[in-house]
């Protein structure tokens, strides 16, 4: 079975209790991976991981500080994949539930060639109409997007979608949610489970990235978010011509 790490804050105690509970109730081999405290960084760290630079040109308001330790938090994973000697890692947020299929599911992911993708969504949206399909297991698929979904919560990582991520993804501009529907900018192979094997928990709504309250926008942010959807779409519906095909990963698996 391909390791389990679920991120988690030092302060969450009853997170941790519960996330544990659930891994150990479906088998999983599993890892506590601390996440990361924006606040307690140094400066040469943060300067590192983080550039507001880059963040004006590509997001339309500053990130928190709980969106930058979440995204630090996961760029933390792909370090942790690349110190082990382990073809894959599952990565969870501690807020998640997951399926009782969600053994079967990776224990078929793991059978995968891992260079043959570099992240696998564990998350699905209602309703998900993907640009292509191929049985993953009897019940779930393995699907290419039309729009990579943006939740971050759960998802399979091969080294090399780690060593993409840390290549190109530090510094960071966006939130982790919204980065990765980029796949193109770090040429990363992003599939999909349908239906998915990781929804949000019960205590997702207070979410520990806002700590200290949500945001609110402009009507100057809203116009660079309204703009930055514009140029998503036309440049998702340009770069999805080179998506890996599920079906393809499938075949080379079973050969």
């Known amino acids: 079975m391909l390791p389990v790490v679920y991120i988690n804050l030092d302060r969450d105690a009853q997170r941790r209790q519960a996330m544990e509970a659930m891994l150990r109730r479906h088998g999983l081999p599993f890892e506590r991976l601390p996440a ?15 550039d507001p630079a880059l963040n004006q040109r590509q997001f339309d308001r500053p990130l928190v500080d709980g969106e930058k330790g979440c995204y630090a938090s996961h760029l933390k994973a792909c370090e942790h994949l690349l110190a082990s000697t382990a073809p894959a890692l599952i ?17 078929a992911i793991e059978a995968l060639p891992p260079e043959g993708w570099d992240v696998i969504k564990l998350y699905s949206r209602r309703n998900e109409r993907p640009a292509a399909a191929t049985p993953l297991t009897g019940a779930h698929q393995l699907v290419a997007y039309r729009r990579v979904p943006s ?10 979608g780690a060593a993409k ?13 919204v980065d990765v529907r980029y796949w193109w900018e770090a040429d990363l192979r992003v599939l999909g489970v349908v239906p998915g094997v990781v929804t949000l928990g019960a205590g997702s709504e207070a979410s520990s990235i806002w700590h200290g309250g949500r945001p609110g926008r402009t009507w100057a942010g809203r116009w660079r978010r309204w703009s930055a959807q514009l140029d998503y779409s036309l440049r998702n519906a340009w770069h999805r011509r080179r998506q890996v095909l599920p079906a393809e990963l499938a075949r080379r698996s079973q050969g």
């Open 36 to 50: 990361v405290a924006w606040a307690v960084l140094d400066e040469a760290s943060r300067t590192r991981l983080y």
């Open 91 to 107: 990565v969870l947020e501690d807020d998640v539930e997951l399926s009782d299929a969600v053994a079967d599911v990776l224990a």
């Open 165 to 177: 991520l840390l290549q190109h993804r530090r510094p960071f501009g966006r939130p982790v949610d």
């Open 151 to 160: 939740m971050s919560n759960g998802y399979a990582l091969s080294r090399t």
